[in-house]
């Protein structure tokens, strides 16, 4: 590999920031559980995203990227490899309706923007608090709507450091499933362009939903969301389940089940990663012994050593 001037100063700039940085990533999930990582680094342009992602695999440095960790569960030993934070958050409006997005810009801001601007796909994005790269990761979605369905292209940068334009018809989503969370040679999503259709009511809608959010779910309290996937077919929800097998409001160490919605686990007083899986677990074989359902997470928890780099 033969680097060009500009590649080798965001190398040397790289190696600065991996060798000095380390960071708790506590402060950087919504969770605030987690350990230190042994490197960190701020991005905020591509082409250091693809300095650090080269640096990485020439020297078998384990590497993570992620956007605001709020459906991550990161380890009390925290991470033993290179983490990411990534704000690569520029945005264009290609055509009315098309809108190019750098995969760290704020997902919730873009909801608001788009259904101000009078476009309809995205009304949901609004009280997501994630990034663009990583609502297209989980395929995010909330009240009919899904992340997957207005896409029209996403860029990404694979393992060994190259771009890759790949259009909707490349790509697979599912209920919080893409084909991104199956894709080996996956290191990071760059930018993405949404493809969304004129409609005079998205603002009302987007700020509608908004609103039911803030009734039903336990805002300002420390959470990742919906921790299990619904079962499909059944036509319960997994905090229904929760909620029928009398779980609301269970405690263990600092990590709780809410009140509010029985999806939701809060970090109610300085939980550790133990105390929130012990949580989960329990949660699980309780729905299970009375439903005979096994609940599967939805929230991603990031084991301390990954195997592959
Ligand atoms: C209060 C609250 C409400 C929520 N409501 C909803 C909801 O209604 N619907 C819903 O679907 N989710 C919801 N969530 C969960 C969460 O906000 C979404 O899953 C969101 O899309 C995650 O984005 P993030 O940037 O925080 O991802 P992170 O938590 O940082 O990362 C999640 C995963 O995506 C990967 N990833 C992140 N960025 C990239 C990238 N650029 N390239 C490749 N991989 C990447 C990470 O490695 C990780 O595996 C909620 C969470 C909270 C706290």
Redesign the pocket.
Same mark, same amino acid.
């Given at each position: 590999m033969v680097l060009d001037d500009d590649e080798r100063q965001e190398q040397s700039l790289i190696e600065q920031c991996v060798l000095q940085n380390q960071k708790h990533l506590k402060e950087l999930s919504?969770w605030g559980i987690g350990g230190p990582c042994s490197y960190f680094l701020h991005v905020s342009r591509p082409s250091q995203l693809i300095a650090a992602i080269r640096y990485c695999r020439a020297r078998s440095i384990p590497f993570?990227?992620?956007?605001? !960790?709020?459906?991550?569960l990161f380890d009390d030993r925290g991470f033993d490899g290179l983490v990411m934070l990534?704000r690569l958050d520029q945005f264009e409006a290609i055509e009315p309706g098309v809108y190019r997005v750098g995969?760290?810009y704020p997902?919730n801001r873009l909801g608001v923007r788009c259904s101000v601007e009078g476009f309809s796909g995205l009304e949901?994005a609004g *009280?997501?608090? !994630?990034?663009v +790269? +990583?609502?297209v990761?989980?395929n995010? *979605?909330?009240d009919g709507q899904e992340t997957g369905h207005v896409i029209d292209s996403v860029e990404m940068v694979t393992m060994d450091g190259e771009v890759r334009v790949l259009r909707r018809s490349d790509l697979a989503f599912g209920y919080?499933r893409s084909t991104?969370q199956q894709m080996e040679d996956?290191a990071?999503?760059v930018a993405v362009t949404f493809r969304l259709v004129p409609a005079e009511t998205a603002r009302e809608r987007q700020r509608a939903l908004l609103e039911r959010r803030r009734k039903t779910?336990p805002?300002g309290e420390r959470?990742? *969301?919906?921790v299990f996937r619904n079962p499909s077919g059944i036509g319960v929800s997994a905090g229904e389940l929760i909620e029928m097998a009398g779980l609301k409001g269970l405690e263990m160490g600092g990590a709780k089940v809410s009140k509010v919605h029985a999806n939701f686990f809060i970090n109610f007083n300085g939980s550790t990663s133990t105390d929130m899986l012990g949580l989960m677990n329990h949660v699980k074989e309780r729905v299970d012994q009375m439903f005979g359902l096994e609940l599967k997470e939805e929230i991603?928890y990031i084991p301390y050593r990954t195997q592959t780099v």
């Open positions: 919504s993570l990227i992620i956007g605001k !960790g709020s459906n991550c990534n995969s760290g997902f949901f *009280g997501i608090p !994630g990034t +790269g +990583g609502a990761f989980m995010a *979605g909330a919080r991104f996956l990071a999503i779910q805002i959470s990742a *969301g919906s991603r």
